[in-house]
């Protein structure tokens, strides 16, 4: 099992640039792929970054290419969603998601294919 907490949210100006981090606990991150997700009020969760359990597997949402940029530490079991040209649009909460798997190079973008659920940190977006 792996618990999750995100960091890094917060409110910025349109333009601006945010890091978000997701730590998670145990021995075995390496085993796992990670993904990001957000929800905006009154809008379903939608993936916008995946990354396989070896990073060398990314998947960007379209309407975030080119701005946002996953990355992975397994040394520091922790995965990072860059953030930049934040649009208000961009608001939202920003979930990190966690699935064991066997397979070192494959991301997942689907919410249910993900075993495990950190809180959620607040991105804000002011126009």
């Known amino acids: 099992q792996v618990q999750l907490v995100e960091s890094g949210g917060g409110l910025v100006q349109a333009g601006g640039s945010l890091r978000l981090s997701c730590a998670a606990s145990?021995?075995?991150?390496?085993?796992?792929?990670m993904g990001w997700f957000r929800q905006a009020p009154g809008k379903e969760r939608a993936s916008v970054a995946a990354?396989?359990?070896?990073?060398?597997?990314?998947y960007y949402a379209d309407s975030v290419k080119g701005r946002f940029t996953i990355s992975r530490d397994n040394a520091k079991n922790t995965v990072y969603l860059q953030i930049d040209s934040l649009k208000p649009e961009d608001t939202a909460v920003y979930y990190c998601?966690?699935?064991?798997?066997?397979?070192?190079?494959?991301?997942?973008?689907?919410?249910?294919?993900?075993?495990?659920w950190g809180q959620g940190t607040q991105v804000t977006v002011s126009s």
């Open positions: 990354i396989s359990r070896s990073g060398g597997s990314t």
């Open positions: 998601a966690a699935r064991l798997t066997n397979y070192r190079t494959t991301s997942y973008v689907r919410g249910d294919e993900y075993d495990y």
């Open positions: 145990g021995r075995t991150f390496s085993s796992y792929a």
